[in-house]
């Protein structure tokens, strides 16, 4: 079955960078298209990050251009998202998710906490 494992999030001062990953499992990672979003307390779950099979293309939020790069490993069925330049507002749960034949799987999701 499909799974997808995240890791990396945690406490971290405005300014400063975070590199979260996503394991994928149970598919054949590099056929498939991969996103992070993100939600925040209150809100909606937001597309952040969007990046191709093979890595060439890739697409962001406009809250997130400059800061954020997403880019993965297909040797190792593994999806990036390496941030900088943190902000309070980047607070959020963050989680990756494949779309597969219509339907979306999502990792269980790892908080960011942007905060001094």
């Known amino acids: 079955q499909v799974q997808l494992v995240e890791s990396g999030g945690g406490l971290v001062q405005p300014g400063g960078s975070l590199r979260l990953s996503c394991v994928a499992s149970?598919?054949?990672?590099?056929?498939?298209?991969m996103r992070w979003y993100r939600q925040a307390p209150g809100k909606e779950r937001d597309m952040v990050a969007t990046?191709?099979?093979?890595?060439?293309?890739?697409n962001y939020a406009d809250s997130v251009k400059g800061r954020f790069t997403i880019s993965r490993d297909n040797s190792k069925n593994t999806v990036y998202l390496q941030m900088n330049s943190l902000k309070p507002e980047d607070t959020a749960v963050y989680y990756c998710?494949?779309?597969?034949?219509?339907?979306?799987?999502w990792g269980q999701g790892n908080q960011v906490t942007v905060s001094s």
């Open positions: 998710k494949v779309q597969r034949f219509s339907n979306d799987y």
């Open positions: 149970g598919f054949t990672f590099s056929s498939y298209v």
């Open positions: 990046i191709s099979t093979t890595g060439v293309w890739k």
